[in-house]
């Protein structure tokens, strides 16, 4: 495996489920990030992690709740999810967060439907 | 509050010159990214720029003038796997990138 892995792929889920996604990272980097993609929505970055240790939270609804067991392992565990949660959710690593560093390698997405 | 403005769509014909604009208000600047992104596909890097001026990559160039809070991608000799949409995302004070809604660029044959 290469780059940044992402799975399922695709997700059909209940409002009343939980499921979660998982990414993992195969660059040697140490951060790694989850984001919101709505159509014609600029991307939202929900969740930041550098070293292992979360250093953003934007404001994310509690039903959506992540884990970083390492540096290349990302988890989002989700519960109670809302028809409007209904997104693609992409994850993405990258060096470091300044600079140059911050370019960040994204994954190929879980496509989220909440029924 | 902080924004990067982007044209929501733009058409072009393979073989021609196109540019991209952004125009961003952001709290600090620490750098300007340009990201590609094909429809049902990963975004993936194209540029980066920090210091104002022209970067030549290829058939891709992007500018930045920090100044006027603005920056442009032109894409030359456009093919038609050009097609996909074009993000632009500024890094600011606090190193959080903030994005544009990105630019979906057509290219007709």
């Known amino acids: 495996e290469t780059g940044v892995t992402q799975t399922p792929r695709h997700l059909v889920m209940g409002m009343t489920n939980k499921k979660s996604l998982k990414c993992e990272q195969h660059?040697?980097?140490?951060?790694m990030y989850w984001y919101k993609q709505s159509a014609k929505k600029p991307l939202e970055l929900m969740f930041v992690?550098?070293?292992?240790?979360?250093?953003e939270n934007n404001s994310v609804p509690s039903r959506f709740s992540p884990e970083c067991p390492n540096s290349s392992h990302l988890f989002l565990h989700l519960h109670t999810l809302q028809p409007e949660d209904s997104a693609l959710y992409l994850c993405a690593s990258s060096l470091g967060t300044s600079g140059e560093y911050n370019e960040q390698f994204f994954g190929p997405g879980t496509r989220l439907t909440v029924l | 509050g902080q924004n990067i403005d982007q044209p929501t769509e733009m058409t072009a014909t393979e073989g021609a010159i196109v540019q991209i604009n952004c125009t961003y208000q952001t709290s600090g600047f620490n750098g300007l990214f340009w990201y590609q992104q094909h429809a049902g596909e990963a975004p993936t890097f194209l540029s980066y720029?920090?210091l104002d001026g022209l970067e030549e990559k290829g058939r891709f160039s992007s500018f930045l003038s920090r100044s006027k809070g603005y920056s442009y991608l032109l894409l030359k000799e456009l093919q038609m796997k050009d097609s996909a949409s074009y993000l632009c995302?500024?890094?600011?004070?606090?190193?959080?990138?903030?994005w544009g809604a990105g630019t979906k660029l057509i290219i007709k044959p």
């Open positions: 720029n920090v």
């Open positions: 992690y550098n070293f292992k240790e979360q250093t």
């Open positions: 995302a500024v890094m600011d004070s606090n190193y959080q990138l903030i």
């Open positions: 660059l040697g980097h140490n951060a």
